[in-house]
């Protein structure tokens, strides 16, 4: 093979430079976190590229999102020295759909079909289990959209169901209606959800392999990270893809005009694309979304003559971080035994905090945060990760009141904001009109007297005529409704008509512009208006939203000249939660475990590590539950390069109760010497300077009568605090402040203001105080008087 030059293997070790420059038909490189499986993927790109070995076209990488996507092929053009158009960098999702707008038609599916996200899925399914009174057997929409995205991601539809059910029974009977139906819907509206995606781009390579034929030839090299989370579908995807297309295919193509046989080897075959992949199977936390760890553990028999390489130095954290790692998944059973290990020295001891409340854990970290702020960390290299999104609320509380710049990263996503999801909806209408989910959600929004006896009479007269719900709407005229409701309906269909055409890509002069399809429908329609004046308060925020829609669709019409409505709305439907992290902005970052794999931050605060949170109560009972919870806690604690800290409160508020929180059996697996613990601040019954005591199967009665005393107390504290919050809650908007005025703060005493910043409601007061030091607080809500 060709040498690979040095600028692309400097700054490697020996294990790492082998597998950027080995050269043949599978590769598997498996190694702990931080190890720099990431890192070797990016040079063995650059490096494909630069000796010529492959065109940029000839390239699929796949990450497992699209901002480490965006990052990777950074990373290659910088080693590279230019920009290499043509290379696919994606995720599966993005690649499936790139693929299926091409060859949509060859399996009878409309190219401009709609993605429908998990909230689109839940109401279809809800009105589903409504017609079919499936709520009475206990389905649920959630229920029953886990077990139809559990069996796309084995590539079971619902014929290969119905052979395997058993069809006595009640519960299997109505699931396999409630799969037909949705499965059918999704089709009439021409739509797929996420897990079609790849399951249907599978099917169009099997079922045609012409056109499997053209990304076979067309891919050479297909890298993978993250490969240990890849489920069934994803491994069957990669499989077809590395086919070598087969001569008598090679041969018949030809003959249409596709060059196939430069490719082909002496015997008219092109042989299978050589295929990377890397992974930690300690680092497997998808399960419960399909992925298969065997997919990892299996390579070697699946792809004969793999190459494995093991890469065991970390780069990333300091020694103490990685043995308290190495500690945490020794536990797990059924694993190659393998020790992450540095040679950067110990580090800082890890910090262990109890607070005696989720809000008292929250002030501690707000605290901290801007301990390490002051030592020279920026905010943006601070992550704070949590279990679940509930855990958000107190967090968001302290930090708003100590005025610390953060960001939920995946929260309530932009995207699923009920009013973003009405505008969207528009123009989903406008570019698929056989869409009836997106018409039915516009169809009375905003208000325009179409109730739902209306709406259903639309949707029977569709159904009875064998037409769509959009030519129902053309019609309504001659459906005997009210002339009101019959005008609102006929200057809706008229307005999408209109929209459409300025849409449509082949009108003449190239297709008007995203943004301005946009307004104009807005405008017709009158959602923007609607919003901007109503008296709810809460619309004056909403209607914010869909202006900041309307910029972003500028955006995107100025950053992709040309694109047409399609192209956005794919984009759009592509965004994945980890996408929305902005390094260039200067805030915390809060995000689940879930959401921080493959990133690393200086510090990472790992929060709630209590019982019932981690491990999750859900999963406790599920087979390999624990053991997929112990790695998620691993995959938080090698996300941190200097400092880790762990937190847990000794009570939690949960649907509105408060009770116990017991610490997590992970933390007794950390060895006691890498721990500082310390002491929980105001808490008589805390063990100050120890580790908190974990949960024992063998509890004594002793205990348990403890535990009690700690409800009450825990209560306690819980009204003590929401007095201190209430007392709070005020409004000194119009405070005047300037530098050199005197202040006293409820808890801080008295001080002086050395700075003013922000404006209106985001004022900051920067208050040297006497005794308790330097803080910034929060103008409108700080408990605070001038003097
Ligand atoms: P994860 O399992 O968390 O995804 P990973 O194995 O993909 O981790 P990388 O993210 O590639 O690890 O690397 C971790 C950190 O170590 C990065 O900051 C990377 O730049 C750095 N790194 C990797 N290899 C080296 C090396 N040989 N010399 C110096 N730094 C390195
Ligand atoms: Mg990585």
Redesign the pocket.
Known sequence: APRVSEHLLD???PQ?RAAVEYRGPALLIV?G???????VLTHRVASLIETKEAWPSQILAITFTNKAAAEMRERVEALLGEASGGMWISTFHSACVRILRREAEAIGLSKAFTIYDSADQRVILKRIIKDTSADTLGFTPAGAAAKISKLKNELADVESYARNANLDDPQEAMFLDIFRQYTRRLRDASALDFDDLIAETVYLFRAFPKVAALYQRRFRHILVDEYQDTNHAQYALIRELTRPVEPDVVAELETHGVRMRVLADDDGRIPGASLTVVG?SD?SIYAFRGADIRNIVEFERDYPGAKVVLLEQN??STQNILSAANAVIANNFDRKDKKLWTADGDGAKIVGYTGYSAHDEAQFIADEIDALHRSGVAYRDIAVFYRTNAQTRALEEIFVRSALPYRVVGGTKFYERAEIKDAMAYLIAVANPLDELALRRILNTPKRGIGPATETQLANFADENGMTFREAMRVASGLGLGPKVTAAITALAELLDEAAELADPAREGGPTKVADVLLHLMAGSGLLDTLRNSRDPQDETRAENVEELVAQTRDFDRENPGATLLDFLTQVSLVAAADEIDDESGTVSLMTLHTAK?L?YHAVFLTGIEEGLLPHQMSATEPGGPAEERRLFYVGI?RARRRLYLSLAMSRAQFGEVSVAMPSRYLQEIPDELIDWRQSPGDATSRGGTRPRALNARQSREQQRRDRFSVASATKAKTEWTNRVTANVRDNGDLELEAGDRIRHADFGEGRVTQVTGIGAKRVAHVSFDTAGQKKLLIKIAPIEKL
């Open positions: 700054g490697l070790n790492q190694a976190a931080g190890s720099g499986k990431t890192r930690d680092q780069y990333r493959g690393e090698t």
